[in-house]
T-cell receptor, first 111, second 110 residues
Framework: KAGVTQTPRYLIKTRGQQVTLSCSPI?????VSWYQQTPGQGLQFLFE???????NKGNFPGRFSGRQFSNSRSEMNVSTLELGDSALYLC??????????FGQGTRLTVV | LAKTTQPISMDSYEGQEVNITCSHN???????ITWYQQFPSQGPRFIIQ???TKVTNEVASLFIPADRKSSTLSLPRVSLSDTAVYYC???????????FGSGTRLQVQP
């Protein structure tokens, strides 16, 4: 079974731009969660989607948004990028019953 | 959510057994204990999950005392490749909004 796939692996953007990150969950998993990891704040929960609906949301500004498609693939969007948005963005997939499995992450650098 | 407390860092040598203890005094009845391993610039990797007593898989063992207020991850005969950050999480099985603490940075020396 293929694992969680995140694309792209690395990304460099300029302040003020927007970015879209993609996550393909493990086949059969309908839950996709997103996390941001920075040296200062550690691993923080952004939001979770299940069957195309956002079920949980962390404490992040509205510039961070996401969506999930009918095939369970998910995208995360960050608008009006700030330097502080530089981070490793992680996606995790779950069947909703058992533990979550993470992808390799997307390293976003905002310059 | 039950808060967890782990040592910030630990050092070991190749071939030794490493035990990382996590305190979770406010663990709820429905909560499970899950451990993840993370290498730099990679996503956390699931190691083991348990509810009570002892759980063992091909990678590690998890010891949970009867009161469940703490747990110990045991890594047998560590190697250099076990150098990583280890996170202890407590929450309902299948919970998807995971709360990560600071983790334990394990450094394995030759």
């Amino acid at each position: 079974k293929a694992g969680v796939t995140q694309t792209p692996r690395y990304l460099i953007k300029t302040r003020g731009q927007q970015v879209t990150l993609s996550c393909s969950p493990i086949s059969g998993h309908r839950s996709v969660s997103w996390y941001q990891q920075t040296p200062g704040q550690g691993l923080q929960f952004l939001f979770e989607y299940f069957s195309e609906t956002q079920r949980n949301k962390g404490n992040f500004p509205g510039r961070f948004s996401g969506r999930q498609f009918s095939n369970s693939r998910s995208e995360m969007n960050v608008s009006t990028l700030e330097l502080g948005d530089s981070a490793l963005y992680l996606c995790a997939s779950s069947d909703g019953v058992n533990t979550a499995f993470f992808g390799q992450g997307t390293r976003l650098t905002v310059v | 959510l039950a808060k967890t407390t782990q040592p910030i860092s630990m050092d070991s040598y190749e071939g030794q057994e490493v035990n990382i203890t996590c305190s979770h005094n406010n663990i709820a009845t429905n909560d499970y204990i899950t451990w993840y391993q993370q290498f730099p610039s990679q996503g956390p990797r699931f190691i083991i999950q348990g509810y009570k007593t002892k759980v063992t898989n091909e990678v590690a063992s998890l010891f949970i005392p009867a009161d469940r207020k703490s747990s110990t991850l045991s890594l047998p005969r560590v190697s250099l490749s076990d150098t990583a950050v280890y996170y202890c999480l407590v929450g309902e099985a299948g919970r998807r909004a995971l709360t990560f603490g600071s983790g334990t940075r394990l450094q394995v020396q030759p």
